[in-house]
T-cell receptor, first 114, second 105 residues
Framework: NAGVTQTPKFRVLKTGQSMTLLCAQD?????MYWYRQDPGMGLRLIHY???????AKGEVPDGYNVSRLKKQNFLLGLESAAPSQTSVYFC?????????????FGPGTRLTVL | KNEVEQSPQNLTAQEGEFITINCSYS?????LHWLQQHPGGGIVSLFM???GKKKHGRLIATINIQEKHSSLHITASHPRDSAVYIC???????FGAGTILRVKS
């Protein structure tokens, strides 16, 4: 099993450009999450999904959109990137809601917006 | 004030030392998670606990629900333990900022 994979691993964007980050999991987990990690701050939840076809906002959703068309994939989109979105993005999945069970994390995507 | 606070922010230890990292939270939680993030960036779940104590190898995690406090202990520390240790409180996961641990040989 590959676990949770993320593509790409690194990306540099110019302000205003768009991109999509892909998260894939092969553990048949219902729940998937997108977090961002910034220096000196804890991981913050952007959006999450409780199952195929569902999405919900987390703590810091502005400027991002998500889709969960297939159970194994969770996409994070930036329609018009801003320098404030420079961060490391982590995807995670889990069999149960939020804190009720272990979450499995992807390796992260380092995004720089110039 | 963050809902989940960790201390210390940075910790340097000599190989073999006993290490303690603390986590205090101000929100009601059903479980407390400890995560490990290595320099390469990958995040691994170490423990999830809602009461008492859990042990895995040289790692021990404890939680006191009444005092809203958890500790992560590392016995006989080793340079490979160098990482960022993160605590998070659920129900919706709220993360601490992390403790950067460096173990010198």
């Amino acid at each position: 099993n590959a676990g949770v994979t993320q593509t790409p691993k690194f990306r540099v964007l110019k302000t205003g450009q768009s991109m999509t980050l892909l998260c894939a999991q092969d553990m048949n987990h219902e729940y998937m999450y997108w977090y961002r990690q910034d220096p000196g701050m804890g991981l913050r939840l952007i959006h999450y999904s409780v199952g195929e076809g569902t999405t919900a906002k987390g703590e810091v959703p502005d400027g991002y959109n998500v889709s969960r068309l297939k159970k194994q994939n969770f996409l994070l989109g930036l329609e018009s990137a801003a320098p404030s979105q420079t961060s490391v993005y982590f995807c995670a999945s889990g069999p149960l809601a939020g804190g009720r069970n272990t979450q499995y994390f992807g390796p992260g995507t380092r995004l720089t917006v110039l | 004030k963050n809902e989940v606070e960790q201390s210390p922010q940075n910790l340097t230890a000599q190989e073999g030392e006993f290490i303690t990292i603390n986590c205090s939270y101000s929100v009601g939680i059903s479980a407390l998670h400890w995560l490990q993030q290595h320099p390469g960036g990958g995040i691994v779940s170490l423990f999830m606990l809602s009461s008492g104590k859990k042990k895995h190898g040289r790692l021990i995690a404890t939680i006191n629900i009444q005092e809203k406090h958890s500790s992560l202990h590392i016995t006989a520390s080793h340079p490979r333990d160098s990482a960022v240790y993160i605590c998070a409180g659920s129900n919706k996961l709220v993360f601490g900022a992390g403790t950067i641990l460096r173990v010198k040989s």
